[in-house]
């Protein structure tokens, strides 16, 4: 069944509707729309939701966590303008979606979560997919991965209360960060962060609403 339990919407009609939202919401950039043409999103949405796959908004996934709505994922990756040689850092797995989108733009992508079962179905999906170019980690991405930077991009999909030190620390000079600020019970605000020569800029985007980036890793 398709999303919105339309039976009798096509593939095509789908895909179609899909991308008309992206670019209804401000998603112009074509190398992104196209990323987001060839990844599936209902391959990460299981149970229930799946039905739900394809419309903008956010769904549930294991370990009490989100998937983002397509339009900001969109939006996020938008921002951050990736170049074919970059080498990304996410923060935060979750369904893998976001990481997907990014293979298909960047060089080299690292993501980690603090949720084991859901690194392990994202990997799985990106197996699949043959996404060779992902590399998953298990591990509190609070302090990012010290052993792989400096990264051109890093993408935060867990609102913090202020862009963490440590990702800022690993930033390349000239990289962007794009990442939710604000508590976790109030409205957030995206924040794009361009490392310069004398320190960082920060661009307010759009209000969203993440689930809190927290320190530790999870018990699933």
């Given at each position: 069944?398709?999303?919105?339990?339309?039976?009798?919407?096509?593939?095509a009609e789908r895909q179609m509707r899909f991308l008309y939202g992206?670019?209804?919401?401000?998603?112009?950039?074509?190398?992104?729309?196209?990323?987001?043409?060839?990844?599936?999103?209902?391959?990460?949405?299981?149970?229930?939701?799946?039905?739900?796959?394809?419309?903008?908004?956010?769904?549930?996934?294991?370990?009490?966590?989100?998937?983002?709505?397509?339009?900001?994922?969109?939006?996020?990756?938008?921002?951050?303008?990736?170049?074919?040689?970059?080498?990304?850092?996410?923060?935060?797995?979750?369904?893998?979606?976001?990481?997907?989108?990014?293979?298909?733009?960047?060089?080299?992508?690292?993501?980690?979560?603090?949720?084991?079962?859901?690194?392990?179905?994202?990997?799985?999906?990106?197996?699949?997919?043959?996404?060779?170019?992902?590399?998953?980690?298990?591990?509190?991405?609070?302090?990012?991965?010290?052993?792989?930077?400096?990264?051109?991009?890093?993408?935060?999909?867990?609102?913090?209360?202020?862009?963490?030190?440590?990702?800022?620390?690993?930033?390349?000079?000239?990289?962007?960060?794009?990442?939710?600020?604000?508590?976790?019970?109030?409205?957030?605000?995206?924040?794009?962060?361009?490392?310069?020569?004398?320190?960082?800029?920060?661009?307010?985007?759009?209000?969203?609403?993440?689930?809190?980036?927290?320190?530790?890793?999870?018990?699933?």
């Amino acid at each position: 069944m398709t999303a919105g339990g339309d039976p009798a919407e096509t593939q095509a009609e789908r895909q179609m509707r899909f991308l008309y939202g992206l670019r209804s919401r401000g998603v112009t950039d074509t190398r992104v729309l196209t990323a987001m043409e060839k990844i599936d999103r209902g391959l990460f949405v299981r149970g229930h939701f799946a039905e739900r796959a394809y419309d903008d908004m956010p769904l549930p996934i294991a370990c009490g966590q989100t998937i983002s709505q397509p339009s900001v994922v969109g939006l996020m990756t938008q921002a951050a303008n990736i170049q074919p040689r970059d080498t990304i850092l996410e923060v935060g797995t979750g369904s893998g979606y976001q990481a997907a989108i990014l293979s298909l733009l960047g060089r080299r992508i690292y993501t980690v979560d603090r949720h084991r079962r859901l690194v392990r179905d994202a990997s799985e999906v990106f197996q699949a997919l043959g996404l060779v170019n992902i590399t998953a980690f298990t591990a509190d991405g609070s302090f990012g991965l010290p052993d792989q930077a400096p990264f051109d991009r890093i993408i935060v999909t867990a609102a913090a209360e202020d862009p963490p030190g440590p990702l800022l620390a690993q930033l390349k000079i000239g990289g962007i960060m794009v990442v939710p600020v604000g508590q976790s019970d109030t409205v957030q605000s995206l924040i794009k962060v361009t490392r310069g020569m004398s320190g960082y800029d920060y661009e307010e985007l759009r209000t969203v609403r993440f689930v809190p980036l927290i320190e530790g890793l999870g018990t699933e």
